[in-house]
Nanobody, 129 residues
Framework: EVQLVESGGGSVQAGGSLRLSCRAS????????MGWYRQVPGNECELVSI???????YYADSVQGRFTISRDNAKNTVSLQMYSLKPEDTAVYHC???????????????????????WGQGTQVTISS
């Protein structure tokens, strides 16, 4: 059974930083892509970042240059380091991995918790101005 467990959320002031972590189990961690989404109003989730099998990365325009995704295959963890946080970064952040690792697909927007991804329960990030 695939399990994704996030940690590291919290409340900080604008300009601050936070580091989110996700511990994965139930699959061969080094194989698939991993990613982060965040929940927006309307119970949709928007794509924040992806790290591919080869270590290459993708970032949404809104976080480019401020967020850094990384993975530690030895520890089965993926992390999201967030700097220069803004009030608009406030959201529940979810760790994800594709249900079909050989055909990874990350919609830019998707109903939270739905295929084609496995989802963690999420961790709250709150940024005050």
């Amino acid at each position: 059974e695939v399990q994704l467990v996030e940690s590291g959320g919290g409340s900080v002031q604008a300009g601050g930083s936070l580091r989110l972590s996700c511990r994965a189990s139930g699959f061969t961690f080094s194989d698939p892509y991993m990613g982060w989404y965040r929940q927006v109003p309307g119970n949709e989730c928007e794509l924040v970042s992806i790290i591919r099998r080869d270590g290459s990365t993708y970032y949404a325009d809104s976080v480019q240059g401020r967020f850094t995704i990384s993975r530690d295959n030895a520890k089965n963890t993926v992390s999201l380091q967030m700097y220069s946080l803004k009030p608009e970064d406030t959201a529940v952040y979810h760790c994800v991995t594709p249900t079909e690792p050989r055909q990874p697909f990350f919609p830019l927007r998707v109903a939270c918790g739905q295929a084609p991804l496995y989802w963690g329960q999420g961790t709250q990030v709150t940024i005050s101005s």
